[in-house]
């Protein structure tokens, strides 16, 4: 069975400080790894896709990157804006589901 | 471009009644899911739709959750009975295209009480 596990899961910054979020993950064979941004009482948000290991991918002050047994989602400089609960999804090779941790709820103080 | 739609947001039952969720997804997706997200958790896939065909349905507690998507748009999910640890945010998404690429777009999600 597919597993992912994310760490911290709380993180509380000051605006500027800059910090890594974790996802581990057990599969099978990946597809596809993703992150997603989700606010209180709100639906989660695609933030990236990667696929293999080296990759990396930037959107603003958010940088996600892939090895072979983890993810980390960077946040560079984060505002009160970036305050999240982050969460991390597998999909593995032989089967479109994904799998979902538990994720890192950031908050970020001005 | 609207997004996915669902109501009711908020639900409170008591336990052994039975409860309705409706979904819109985006105009054009060919597939939705149905995800259940208890507090402190990520969300669990509940059920997966290709059109109005089930794709996967492996985690669907059949004995008393049931969820159709009549032709191939909106979408149902119901309970019945409840039961307590049912309490959760029941998510919809959809995503375009045949294949489930990990890019899906969700709705605000369902919050249900049971007591």
């Known amino acids: 069975e597919d597993q992912v596990t994310q760490s911290p899961e709380a993180l509380r910054l000051q605006e500027g400080e800059s910090s890594s979020l974790n996802c581990s993950y057990t599969?099978?064979?990946?597809?596809?790894l993703f992150w997603y941004r989700q606010d209180p009482g709100k639906g989660p948000e695609f933030l990236f896709t990667l696929y293999s290991a080296g990759e990396e991918k930037e959107k603003e002050r958010l940088k996600a990157t892939l090895t072979k047994k983890e993810s980390f989602l960077h946040i560079t400089a984060p505002k009160p804006e970036d305050s999240a609960t982050y969460l991390c999804?597998?999909?593995?090779?032989?089967?479109?589901?994904?799998?979902f941790g538990a994720g890192t709820t950031v908050t970020v103080r001005a | 471009e609207a997004g996915v739609a669902q109501s009711p947001r908020y639900k409170i039952i008591e336990k052994r009644q039975s409860v309705a969720f409706w979904c819109n997804p985006i105009s054009g997706h060919a597939t939705l899911y149905w995800y259940q997200q208890i507090l402190g958790q990520g969300p669990k896939l509940l059920i997966q739709?290709?059109?109005?065909?089930?794709?996967?349905d492996s985690q669907l507690p059949k004995d008393r959750f049931s969820a159709e998507r009549l032709k191939g748009v909106d979408s149902t999910l119901k309970i019945q009975p409840a039961k307590l640890e049912d309490s959760a945010v029941y998510l919809c998404?959809?995503?375009?295209?045949?294949?489930?690429?990990?890019?899906?777009?969700f709705g605000e999600g369902s919050r249900l009480t049971v007591l």
């Open positions: 739709f290709q059109n109005n065909g089930v794709v996967d």
């Open positions: 999804a597998v999909q593995a090779s032989n089967d479109y589901k994904l799998s």
């Open positions: 998404a959809s995503s375009a295209g045949a294949s489930n690429t990990g890019e899906l777009f």
């Open positions: 599969v099978s064979g990946l597809r596809g």
